[in-house]
Nanobody, 125 residues
């Protein structure tokens, strides 16, 4: 069930970027999927999460209104559309999966069971 992230790159401040996360398991049916990020010297922080069945989205205050999380159940993918990017958004972005019932919607990393390797997003000023 290890997810794989795609789409990270260098982008200018004010620009947009779309990240995608794919899971290869065809029996994939998690409770939720989330995006986290970690900047150098900082702890991993919650970005957004979405319930797999209903599609309810949750956001960190720092990304609300700028980022949009979505999922495609047929393709087993989750995406993160990031608009109005700021240099402070620079980080490695990780996709995470909660396959067991947990408090994944709280955005606490330990509530997620599988993690991708991460994709680098760099926002230049």
């Amino acid at each position: 069930v290890r997810p794989v992230e795609f789409g990270g790159r260098l982008v200018q401040a004010g620009g947009s970027l779309r990240l995608s996360c794919a899971a290869s398991d065809r029996t994939f049916s998690p409770y939720g999927m989330g995006w986290f990020r970690q900047a150098p010297g900082k702890e991993r922080e919650f970005v957004a999460a979405i319930s797999w069945n209903i599609g309810t989205a949750y956001y960190a205050e720092s990304t609300k209104g700028r980022f949009t999380i979505s999922r495609d159940n047929a393709k087993n993918t989750v995406s993160l559309q990031m608009n109005s990017l700021e240099p402070e958004d620079t980080a490695v972005y990780y996709c995470a999966v909660a396959v067991y019932e947990s408090k994944w919607e709280t955005g606490i990393p330990r509530e997620y069971d599988y993690w991708g390797q991460g994709t680098q997003v760099t926002v230049s000023s």
